[in-house]
């Protein structure tokens, strides 16, 4: 093909990368990074794979960011996007107004969830079904006459999004640096992490502790003061961590008691990435009196979250109080038809291709075929469940000693895979793999493989640049 006739490629990747680099603020940006090396720009996806703009293709080993739960390019996603836009793109549900999508939706979610969650309240990303959460539990205890039930309980290492409610919520250190946090509105409670458990202690005995550390906390913190506990049913972004057998439904219990009410935030956990559509109920035996949602809701393919309430919640804000009748609350986009019209699609491509069946039966496979890393001598521990899963990197795995931060360990293996066509996420020390949940077994051994090369390699530039021994 002559020069002249070769098709000019869609993306010029540099002329992109100079423009994001210039002017795009990024979600939790590394500046020193970011400045010098810019972001990779992913340009297209399909299934499991998502490509760069220079053609070049990745195994999507995070979906997106814990989302893509079908797998990228579904025609039958972006077909409803593009016929709800057309029909009607957008008017608002205040009040007294609603859209065919947002109400299908709202059916079927309180369908799908545990029977006493009936009513959903629409907003757009995991961050704002918490903070609406939040808000709407202090509305319900001002109703109920309670005014001083305000506070709220999280643990070290949750993560529960990032408006400025949410970011209280979330208990990792490292993302208050720099930032405020409202005052005493949030307490925190050790992260239920079965790894880094005390030196010689059971699991049993280990649980033991923890839920005595709640319901010391409670009481610290006064049962009258306290409004809600928030809890990830596996936590994400803190590590991928899964408590020990029996803590939810005790860390529950210890609640009910105090009459605080129990917030379980399945923005990762949902549709489908635990083998469920809701994980609280099914995988856990909890009955919370809020779920929060989003991310795996539309599979990412736009934005979307929801909060999950109770019947008792809805109970108390619903009546009329002599000074206040409208519940004072809501986004321009709650129940935005598009994003709706996405989810209930969406929720339909996982109920009729088996989804959730198909991650109950690879699941299993997935954990043991990434548990064979643990015999690489960087890595610590493997874990997770199901589609939701992670590595973590010792300096040694007697001690569980950590590398120095300055080694960035969780960049460089990532870094790896990203050289040899995976996107794994680098947190810290840690690497979580979370893929879309259509991947197949030989898809599984690759991504496998594929990390696995990267850890080894990594080990042996450590060892090159006398970092490591
Ligand atoms: C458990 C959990 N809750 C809430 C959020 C915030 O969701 P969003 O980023 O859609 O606001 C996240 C995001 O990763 C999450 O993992």
Not at 1 to 12: A, L
Not at 65 to 86: L, M, S, T
Not at 200 to 214: I, K, M, R
Request: aromatic share 8%; glycine share 8%; with cysteine.
């Amino acid at each position: 093909m002559s020069e002249t006739n070769r098709p000019k490629p869609q993306f010029d990747r540099h002329d992109l990368w100079q423009k994001d680099r210039d002017h795009h603020i990024h979600p939790f940006t590394h500046f020193p990074s970011f400045e010098k090396d810019g972001a990779l720009v992913i340009a297209r996806g399909e299934g499991a794979y998502v490509y760069d703009a220079d053609g070049k293709r990745y195994m999507d080993g995070i979906a997106g960011i814990w989302c893509v739960n079908v797998g990228h390019g579904n025609r039958e996603i972006a077909d409803r996007i593009g016929e709800q836009a057309r029909r009607l793109a957008f008017f608002n549900t205040f009040v007294d107004v609603t859209n065919p999508p947002a109400a299908e939706l709202a059916a079927k979610l309180a369908d799908l969830a545990p029977s006493h969650l009936n009513r959903v309240f629409f907003d757009t990303g995991g961050s704002a079904a918490n903070d609406s959460t939040v808000r709407a539990i202090h509305h319900y205890f001002n109703r109920l006459g309670m005014p001083g039930k305000k506070q709220l309980i999280s643990r070290i290492d949750a993560y529960h999004g990032s408006t400025y409610l949410a970011m209280a919520l979330t208990g990792k250190a490292e993302d208050h640096q720099g930032f405020d946090l409202p005052e005493g509105l949030v307490h925190y409670v050790s992260c239920p992490n079965p790894y880094r458990r005390p030196e010689g202690t059971t699991l049993d005995a280990y649980c033991d502790q923890l839920v005595t550390e709640l319901e010391e906390k409670i009481l610290e913190v006064g049962p009258e003061n306290l409004a809600a506990f928030f809890a990830e049913p596996i936590m994400g972004a803190g590590g991928v961590v899964v408590p020990p057998p029996g803590y939810h439904r005790r860390t529950q219990e210890v609640c009910r008691r105090y009459d605080v009410l129990y917030v379980s935030d399945e923005v990762v956990t949902a549709f489908g990435r635990l083998g469920q559509m809701f994980s609280s109920e099914a995988t856990f035996g909890l009955e919370p009196d809020v779920i929060t949602c989003a991310k795996g809701l539309t599979s990412g393919y736009v934005p979307l979250g929801a909060s999950l309430f109770s019947d008792q919640i809805y109970d108390v804000i619903r009546e009329p109080a002599p000074d206040q009748e409208t519940f004072s609350h809501g986004f321009t986009y709650s129940g935005h038809p598009v994003s709706c019209a996405a989810a209930l699609a969406n929720i339909e491509i996982i109920e009729r291709d088996g989804i959730c069946e198909h991650v109950r039966e690879v699941g299993p496979y997935f954990e043991k075929r990434l548990a064979t890393l643990e015999n690489l001598p960087l890595v610590g521990n493997v874990r997770g469940s199901h589609f939701m899963l992670c590595v973590e990197s010792v300096a040694d795995k007697r001690t569980k000693e950590l590398l120095p931060e300055s080694i960035e360990i969780g960049k460089r293996i990532s870094d790896h895979c990203e050289r040899r066509g995976l996107i794994v996420r680098p947190i810290g020390h840690l690497n979580v793999i979370s893929p879309p949940l259509i991947l197949t077994r030989d898809q599984i051994d690759e991504l496998v493989d594929i990390l696995g090369a990267s850890i080894q390699a990594t080990a042996d530039d450590l060892v090159r640049e006398r970092l490591w021994s």
